[in-house]
């Protein structure tokens, strides 16, 4: 058995999900991919299953009854592997804007005992990003500023979803506690592992927008964003 598991949420996905999931099974480190899929009425579980089949073992697909929200996709995917012996945890999106062969690095400083949890970085060395137009750059950046200075947690890349965990990280989190399904879920995993103490590591890589399907981004993502931060900054100041 493998001791990581790439954990990818999908919903309508049948453009990426095939070439994602061979991108990632074809690498070296023989990771394991569990695609928790929101009932995709395109067939996405399918054609994941069909891949299954040629990486006999190393494929597993989870189907909710509908669309739940990426914070309580991960939860799902967390869960899973923590019933499992996986000691390395992935999160990453299905449609390339991650690139595959960033994983290994994203797992090294894990394996070399140098963080606990890793974050595929677009802005440790500069501005990282392909394909985006110059507004949504500057709202994400601004963004990732705004949540530094609320919560004074020191990662330059605050909202990225591109991460591993060593499987202590997540066994120590309370996902009962979690709030937030949309944008905000990736601030506030990393500020309650930042909060208990764990080692966090950002390794640089380059963010290029998806060309094939549609963005899940909406205005309530963003507004969850926004104000969830400053739930999150007051209830830490109530050790909550």
Request: with cysteine; proline share 4%; glycine share 6%.
């Amino acid at each position: 058995m493998s001791h990581s598991v790439i954990i990818i949420p999908t919903y309508q996905e049948k453009e990426n999900v095939q070439s994602i999931l061979r991108a990632v099974l074809e690498l070296e480190e023989g990771f394991h991919v569990l695609i928790v899929d929101d009932n995709s009425p395109d067939g996405t579980a399918d054609l994941a299953r069909e891949v299954g089949l040629e990486y006999p073992g190393r494929v597993f697909v989870e189907v909710r009854q509908k669309k739940a929200g990426l914070g309580t996709a991960y939860l799902h995917g967390f869960k899973w592997a923590l019933e499992r012996d996986y000691k390395y945890v992935f999160e990453m999106d299905a449609d390339f804007s991650h690139d595959p062969k960033d994983l290994p690095r994203l797992l090294a400083p894990i394996v070399d005992n140098e963080a606990d949890l890793t974050i595929g970085s677009r802005y440790i060395t500069g501005v990282n990003v392909v394909n985006w137009p110059m507004s949504r750059v500057i709202l994400s950046w601004f963004a990732s500023r705004y949540v530094r200075f609320i919560l004074r947690i020191p990662v330059q890349d605050t909202t990225a979803g591109f991460k591993c965990y060593r499987r202590e990280v997540l066994e120590k989190i309370n996902f009962n506690r979690v709030r937030f399904v949309g944008y905000a879920f990736q601030i506030e995993m990393k500020f309650r592992a930042w909060r208990r103490g764990f080692r966090i590591k950002e390794v640089p890589v380059i963010f290029t927008d998806r060309t094939a399907g549609s963005s899940k981004m909406s205005t309530g993502i963003i507004k969850e964003a926004i104000f969830g931060v400053l739930l999150l900054k007051w209830k830490s100041l109530w050790n909550r």
